[in-house]
C-alpha cells in the first residue's frame, strides 16, 4: 500500500510540474501569431474605436498583430456567434457589449449562441450610461411633462433605436410598459442615421448613450430629458437623473467588454485581462474612451464574470416585463 501510494504521488507531482511548465511555456509564448479581435457592429461606434484602440495597444505591449474585424448582422448576432464558434485558443477574442451578451439570448429566440456558457470573460472595460432626448418639437421639459402627452396622443410619437436588442430599444420598451405608452419603435442601421434622424424631427425620442446625443443637447438642438445614471453627469449638469425627475429605479447603462470562445486556457486570459487594465491606465488610451461618454472599469477576469452574469439576469427580467419582441 505504501508503494503504491507513493508511485501515485510520485504521478500527481510530477503531472503538477508538468502543467505547471506547461502553463509557463504557454504565459511566456503567447501570442505566437496574430490574434483576431471580432466586433459585432458597425466601424465608427464605440465598440469598434475601443477594440481598436486596444488591439493596437495589445500590438506594442504583446509583440504581435491584433486584427480587428467587424462581423455586422442580425443585432450583433451574427459576429458574436461566430466568436462563440471559433477556438478557446486565444486568437480570436469578441469586443462584446450589452446587447450581445446579456439581452439578445433572452430576446432572440435563437441567438446562435449562449450569453454565459459559450464564452470566456476577460475584462470589463467601460460603461456607457444613457439619456432620454427629444426633438424640441416635441412640447416637454421634463419627463413628467413627456409621459402626459404620450399618454394624450397614443401612437402619434415615435422613438429611435439602432436595432432590437439593443439597450436604446430595451430601455425605450421598458419605459413604455412601466408609464402605459404607446409609442412607435423605429429601428435605424447606426448612430449616424439615427442621430440625424432625430435632429431632424423624423424621430422624437431616443435613450441613447449620451456620447453620441451630448453635443446636440448641450447646442440646444435636442432636448435632455434625464439620464439613466445615480447621480447627474458632469456634461450635462442641468439634466437630472431619472431618480430626480420622479421615475424610481431605472437606471441602464450599456457596457463594453472583452471575451473570447469557452475553454480559453487560463494564462491566456490573465495574459489579456492584465493588458486590458494597464492599456485603460494609459493616458491618451483612458482620454479617448471616456470622450466617447462612458465610465472606464477595467475589471478583472472574475469581476467581468459576474458582472455578466448579474446583467443577464436582470435584462433577462427587462425583457420579461417590457414583453419587448424583435421586429
Known amino acids: 500500500m505504501n508503494t503504491l501510494k507513493q508511485v501515485l504521488v510520485r504521478s500527481i507531482c510530477a503531472g503538477t510540474l508538468a502543467l505547471a511548465a506547461s502553463s509557463s511555456a504557454l504565459s511566456q509564448t503567447y501570442p505566437?501569431?496574430?490574434?483576431?479581435?471580432?466586433?459585432?457592429?458597425?466601424?465608427?461606434?464605440?465598440?469598434?474605436?475601443?477594440?481598436?484602440?486596444?488591439?493596437?495597444r495589445f500590438r506594442q505591449t504583446l509583440g504581435q498583430t491584433f486584427i480587428v474585424e467587424n462581423r455586422v448582422g442580425a443585432s450583433g448576432n451574427i459576429g458574436t456567434a461566430a466568436a462563440a464558434k471559433s477556438p478557446g485558443d486565444g486568437y480570436t477574442l469578441i469586443l462584446g457589449a450589452a446587447n450581445t451578451h446579456a439581452i439578445n439570448p433572452?430576446?432572440?429566440?435563437?441567438?446562435?449562441?449562449?450569453?454565459?456558457?459559450?464564452?470566456?470573460?476577460?475584462?470589463?472595460?467601460?460603461?456607457?450610461?444613457?439619456?432620454?432626448?427629444?426633438?424640441?418639437?416635441?412640447?416637454?421639459?421634463?419627463?413628467?411633462?413627456?409621459?402626459?402627452?404620450?399618454?394624450?396622443?397614443?401612437?402619434?410619437?415615435n422613438y429611435g433605436s439602432i436595432g432590437s436588442g439593443s439597450t436604446l430599444h430595451?430601455?425605450?420598451?421598458?419605459?413604455?410598459?412601466?408609464?402605459?405608452?404607446?409609442?412607435?419603435?423605429?429601428?435605424?442601421?447606426?448612430?449616424?442615421?439615427?442621430?440625424?434622424?432625430?435632429?431632424?424631427?423624423?424621430?422624437?425620442?431616443?435613450?441613447?448613450?449620451?456620447?453620441n446625443v451630448q453635443a446636440l443637447i448641450k447646442s440646444n438642438q435636442l432636448r435632455g430629458l434625464a439620464v439613466t445614471l445615480p447621480q447627474r453627469w458632469p456634461e450635462l449638469p442641468s439634466v437630472p437623473t431619472f431618480a430626480e425627475a420622479g421615475v424610481k429605479g431605472f437606471e441602464f447603462s450599456s457596457w463594453v467588454a472583452l471575451f473570447g470562445p469557452a475553454k480559453m486556457p487560463p494564462q491566456v486570459v490573465e495574459i489579456l485581462s492584465r493588458e486590458t487594465v494597464n492599456a485603460l491606465?494609459?493616458?491618451?488610451?483612458?482620454?479617448?474612451?471616456?470622450?466617447?461618454?462612458?465610465?472606464?472599469?477595467?475589471?478583472?477576469?472574475?469581476?467581468?464574470?459576474?458582472?455578466?452574469?448579474?446583467?443577464?439576469?436582470?435584462?433577462?427580467?427587462?425583457?420579461?416585463?417590457?414583453?419587448?419582441t424583435v421586429d
Do not use: C
Open 170 to 211: 430595451m430601455i425605450a420598451e421598458m419605459f413604455k410598459k412601466v408609464h402605459g405608452l404607446f409609442i412607435v419603435h423605429i429601428p435605424y442601421g447606426g448612430q449616424g442615421t439615427l442621430v440625424q434622424a432625430l435632429a431632424s424631427k423624423d424621430v422624437h425620442v431616443v435613450f441613447n448613450n449620451i456620447s
Open 106 to 157: 433572452s430576446l432572440f429566440k435563437n441567438a446562435g449562441y449562449h450569453a454565459l456558457d459559450d464564452f470566456t470573460p476577460i475584462s470589463l472595460i467601460a460603461l456607457a450610461p444613457n439619456v432620454m432626448a427629444i426633438n424640441p418639437s416635441v412640447p416637454a421639459n421634463t419627463v413628467a411633462e413627456f409621459i402626459a402627452y404620450a399618454k394624450a396622443n397614443p401612437g402619434k410619437l
Open 32 to 56: 505566437e501569431k496574430p490574434v483576431r479581435i471580432l466586433v459585432p457592429f458597425a466601424a465608427g461606434g464605440t465598440v469598434d474605436i475601443v477594440a481598436r484602440l486596444l488591439g493596437e
Open 281 to 324: 491606465k494609459v493616458p491618451e488610451i483612458r482620454t479617448r474612451i471616456a470622450s466617447l461618454g462612458t465610465v472606464i472599469v477595467g475589471s478583472s477576469a472574475a469581476e467581468l464574470a459576474k458582472f455578466q452574469a448579474d446583467e443577464v439576469a436582470r435584462w433577462a427580467n427587462v425583457v420579461k416585463v417590457s414583453g419587448a
